[in-house]
């Protein structure tokens, strides 16, 4: 295939998950060369997300190694992409987010002379410390990007603030919207179960030790009220250890593997409620209905509780059990069809393609 040749680098669930639409999207559109890049800082959730979206990496560094710490992840990763940037010769680097992988990425192409394109740009707590490493590390990748295809209005303009040429950043909408439009069309319909339901996902590196035991302590809790609770556990040891030994054996708490797209998916659709310190969860629980409690002290997306569909209650587990109540009280939302999201319409990989290949036919 001729033209110019794109990297789509992705190393986590998250980012197969929300990289997925755009590597669709650009291949469909039959311009460019695009190359798959999975850095395997993730091993069985990477692997499970992308083969969700149909994908195969045409290149894996493998780094993933039990329990790494982040300054060797990121010198395997800074050594790995930069080599194969070497090799390969990029017109473009593309990568998601705020993993390490999207931070060394935006390096590396940086450090090689190759412009960097940002998708989910702009998110900002505003405190540098929270979520860690992440809001450096996308702060970090503002700096660096040649584009940043901003997910929404506030994202757009606080790289604005920062000083970002205005021409370079586009609002695009979120692609995780995108990927949930192509989940929900696979999935069947299911009719509400009797006993409520509170899915829990939790792996922040900033709750590790007194927050995650907090969480812990607020869900065994909220067992004892006669809801089923499922909780995917991540499978960072770290989460691991503290989950399975707060709540290995408590009566009405389903402990599982992460859920592949599909089940999640479907977990997320049908549950009465959500506690969650996910980035992703937090965007796509808005477009199902469902409503969120978010389980941290600040939030980069702060879209989903402006819209009314999301609370931040942190981890003191007097304040998630008492916001649960409240909100397992309210009388349930009508489920049909697809909500309205604050964070993009479902054709946020159009739109970056179209950016691409509108950039590449001029130079
Ligand atoms: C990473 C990202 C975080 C993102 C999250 C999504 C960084 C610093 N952190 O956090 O921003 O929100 O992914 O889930 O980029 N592990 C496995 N199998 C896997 C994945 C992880 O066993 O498929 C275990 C390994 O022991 C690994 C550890 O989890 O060393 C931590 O993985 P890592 O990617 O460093 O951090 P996460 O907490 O997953
Ligand atoms: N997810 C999944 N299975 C699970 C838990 C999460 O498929 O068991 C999906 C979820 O729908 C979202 C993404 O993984 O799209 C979020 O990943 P995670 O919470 O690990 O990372 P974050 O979004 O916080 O960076």
Known sequence: MAGPKILCVLGTRPEAIKMAPVVHALRAAGWCEVLVVATGQHRDLLDTALADFGLAPDFDLDVMREGQSLAALTSRLNEGLDALCAELEPDCVVAQGDTTTTMVSALVAFHRGVPFAHVEAGLRTGDPL??????????????????????????????LDEGAAPGRVVRTGNTAIDALHFTLARIPTT??????????????RESFGAPLAGICDAVRELARGGVRIVFPVHPNPEVRATVDAALGAVPGVELSQPLDRSAFVRAMR???????????????????????LVLRDVTERPEA????????????PARIVAAARRALGQPATPREGFWRSPFGDGRAALRIEAVLRSAFSRS
């Open 130 to 159: 929270a979520p860690f490493p992440e809001e450096m590390n996308r702060r970090l990748c503002g700096r660096l990007a040649a584009w940043h295809f901003a997910p929404t209005v506030r994202a757009a303009r606080a790289l």
């Open 305 to 316: 509780i402006e819209a009314g569909a999301a609370v931040l209650v942190g981890t003191d």
């Open 270 to 292: 049908d549950a009465a409620l959500i506690l969650t310190d996910s980035g992703g969860v937090q965007e796509e629980a808005p477009s199902l209905g469902t409503p969120v």
């Open 191 to 204: 009719s509400p179960r009797a006993v409520p339901t509170i899915l829990v996902t939790a792996h922040r």
